[in-house]
């Protein structure tokens, strides 16, 4: 079995098609079943009421916005390292989604803060880091597509989002070292202090977030290999081409 | 009997031979064209001086204030010195002569980051006292803002250089640049500013100390290599 099959463009692209829809479909079922949990079956919450129903798109997509960016990172570090072209493409594609779970993330954190700490936004150590990566996201987008050259364009941005990796620890640990206005994480590897319907529905929304984020980079990052490869002759082979 | 190893003749480089011949030269550019560095400074004094007339110039406002002005001010005055450091290089082809040295990318990039440092972040660290004392900082409070400014500003020079060497030929230019380096200085500006900000209010200024030399220490390790890596990615 040759593990590099799928490490060309040409063969990834077919593959990425493929794969795609069941991401989908997969992340759709379980957020139906994890809303369903969380909106319908969770008890209110004893302190916050209603409100902590936010938790179900809140505290999956911060989870995602760091887990993207490590992926994201680890894509750019064999980018910088062994030069291939489908790891760059692969972090191109990535950064949009991750974008867009830290601006939910953020977003959905001020609708939350309004009610239970009563402000949208504080200073506080978590949210100021947390928009910290916004903007790394956004600056490794820009950098990526500032220059004539793709590639040139791959590598710079692969070495901005390696430097910005730094900032996940402290997003991370920021609620510990700091301990300002953001909560403590209720949920750690050696147990919680939810309640299991909560946590199960936190959990489940988690997974469905992190399909839509691979569905969503897949479908990207088929854009990304045509536009690339526009001039290939494969490409122009393409039924979809024609 | 192995024959004698032959005397190697072609240029063999270091990175202290690259460092110090880059410093030399860019410190003898910038000291031959003097209105660089003291633009960034007359820069760092007008941001500091436009605070109370927009704001007032109530003695305890400023007093209150001043620490997180000063820092802001020396940040976004070393952030426009940032396009110096590679842009006449790359454009008039130096840049791409320095990769063609013997001298390792780290070692001389790093001189040129150094040179730049005692160019723009010195002079800012020397003139910042006399700006609390327009503040009307205490004593204790300006040399903790002094010695905040001169163990973080470093760091925004290293950083800045690897993001201006990453923003070298790139469409957008210094909002390009202003969108990769702002966001990396926020925590060197935490915890500069939070130095000072302690003295003033009577606590520690140590913890924030200690974090702003971590984070230098940090930046000297990792940093050059990352500019050096930027450059070459530029030349390439």
Redesign the interface.
Known sequence: MNWFYFSSPTTFYGLAGRLAPWFFILAAALAVWGLYLGLLVAPTDAQQGEVYRVIFIHVPTAWMSMFLYFIMACYCGLTLVFNTRLSAMMARAIAPTGAMMTFIALWTGAFWGRPTWGTYWVWDARLTSELVLLFLYFGYMALANAFEDPRRGDRAAALLALIGVVNLPIIYFSVQWWNTLHQGSSVSFKGTSMHVTMLTGMLVMSASAWMYAIGASLVRVRSVILERERRAQWVRNLPEAA | MSAPTPKRHQASGSFSGGFSWAMARDLRLAWRHPDEAVLTVAFFALVASLFPLGIGAEPQLLARIGPGVIWVGALLAAFLALPGLFAADYADGSLEQMTLSPHPALGWAAGKVAAHWIVSGLPLTLLSPLIGLQYGLAPDTLGVQALSLLIGTPVLSL?GG??AA??L????GGM?LA??A???F??VL?FGAGAAEAQATGLSAAPHLSLLGAALI?ALVG?PV?VG??VR??V?
Request: some cysteine.
């Open positions: 950083l690897a993001c990453l923003a030929g790139a469409r957008g390009l969108l990769l702002l966001p990396l926020v925590p935490i940090a940093l990352a890596a930027a990615i530029a390439d």
